[in-house]
């Protein structure tokens, strides 16, 4: 009888032993839905709806380039050639506060604050060994931010990127800048990354998500018989590419 005992331990103890750390089953999975070709008789478009200028360059007249460093060009001066070649938006225009603001700039103290050009920041975006210029001015008196990036070619410097909206944060990550944008809907926010193409020689716009800003709820488990609950899509309608292109058109300058 001893031995049995001893013999019902060990094999309880094995058990026990075998069960830790082992795959535990996580329940029924959603059924796996195939994607639906939509409107095969759709006559594909041949032509973009919406002009967000994503492969627009531009030289700056007017703005030398010393030595060929960036970093010696005057990121007020870059921002007040804007200005002037386009009097239509700043002179008497939407954004005449910036304009008005541009006297500002240069002076300490309370009034260099009111300077609407932002700190200029340098990487290199473009892979070619030599630090970009990414700089961003506020579009007053409404709460806009223009985000610009330039680069030196054949001596002279070169708008690669131009775009504005109401910014909530803007990122470098590798040959790219994300910009993030509060959204109408609670709870989203917008993203859009702009990243270096070296076949167009511009900043394209590769990216354009509308994501969750706050902690994101657990789905309700799946159902015994395997199929999934009915819940709230994680993007809200309208979050689209379309629709994202769509606000992308409105606010970007295509200049």
Request: some cysteine; hydrophobic content about 35%.
């Amino acid at each position: 009888m001893l031995v049995a005992a001893v013999a019902v331990l060990l094999a309880s103890a094995a058990v026990g032993c075998g069960d830790a750390g082992e795959l535990q089953g996580a329940g029924s999975t959603p059924t796996a839905i195939s994607p639906d070709k939509l409107w095969p008789d759709l006559t594909p478009a041949s032509s973009p709806a919406f002009d967000i200028g994503e492969v627009d360059t531009e030289v700056v007249k007017g703005v030398t380039v010393p030595g060929g460093d960036i970093r010696r060009v005057d990121p007020v001066a870059v921002v007040r050639r804007e200005i002037a070649a386009h009097p239509g938006d700043y002179a008497k225009g939407p954004y005449a506060e910036t304009a008005r603001r541009m006297a500002d700039c240069g002076h300490s103290g309370a009034r260099g604050r009111r300077c609407p050009v932002l700190k200029a920041y340098y990487r290199d975006l473009t892979g070619d060994g030599h630090a970009d210029l990414t700089l961003g001015f506020r579009q007053l008196p409404g709460n806009l931010t223009a985000v610009r990036v330039y680069t030196v070619r054949d001596g002279g410097l070169v708008q690669v990127m131009a775009y504005e909206d109401a910014v909530s944060g803007v990122e470098l990550a590798g040959r790219s800048v994300i910009i993030r944008a509060p959204s109408e809907v609670a709870g989203y926010e917008y993203r859009l990354q702009w990243t270096w193409d070296q076949q167009q020689r511009a900043m394209l716009l590769t990216h354009d998500e509308m994501l969750r800003t706050g902690s994101r709820k657990h789905s309700p488990r799946p159902s015994a018989s395997g199929s999934a609950p009915v819940t709230p899509s994680a993007s809200p309608p309208g979050s689209g590419p379309a629709s994202a292109t769509s606000r992308a058109s409105s606010s970007a300058s295509g200049r």
